[in-house]
């Protein structure tokens, strides 16, 4: 009796491999379209935007003045359409003074978001504690959702009671 052993023919090993790097491609095409958080303007929205109201919402968000540049690269290709720095610079001013209070500081990090380092240096120290306060509350939260979720596991390898309540032994032993 002779062991004949398979082997992948060479086509189909060829096919696996460029499927592979396809996919792993679309991956990395998405994480880095994922990561762009920021939207081109319309034409129609550099003619027409209100930049002090651009602004002050840029301002509640939390965004530096060199976002502004965005707006420029945006609204290049439009012709009689450029941003007003000077207003939009006003609005975001504006929007800051909301940004930058304690309260929000609480709420961004209780909801788990970044704070931005955009506020004036005075009375930073309170915006950076009332920030700490709400990510020490979200992360707790965190956690212990993380504990109530069926698909815990107490152990790093995954023994004890997990997905569906019932202890994991991996060789059979009751230990």
């Not at 979720?149 to 059979?172: A, C, E, I, K, L």
Request: aromatic content about 14%.
């Amino acid at each position: 009796m002779t062991n004949i052993i398979k082997t992948p023919s060479l086509s189909l090993l060829s096919t696996h491999k460029t499927l592979s790097v396809l996919t792993l491609m679309g991956a990395a095409l998405l994480a880095v379209s994922g990561c762009a958080t920021t939207q081109s303007l319309t034409p129609q929205q550099c003619q027409a935007s209100n930049w002090q109201e651009v602004g002050y919402t840029d301002g509640l968000r939390g965004r530096s003045g060199d976002y502004f540049g965005h707006y420029i690269n945006s609204c290049a290709s439009v012709v009689g359409a450029t941003p007003n720095r000077i207003v939009w610079e006003q609005g975001r001013q504006q929007g800051l003074k909301k940004y930058c209070t304690e309260l929000n500081a609480y709420k961004l990090g209780r909801e788990g978001y970044d704070w931005q380092p955009v506020c004036p240096l005075d009375g930073i120290e309170k915006l950076e504690e009332a920030y700490a306060q709400g990510r020490y509350y979200y992360i707790r939260q965190r956690d212990l959702d993380n504990l109530r979720s069926p698909y815990y596991s107490p152990s790093p390898f995954g023994y004890g009671y997990g997905r569906f309540d019932y202890p994991y032994r991996p060789f059979g032993y009751g230990w």
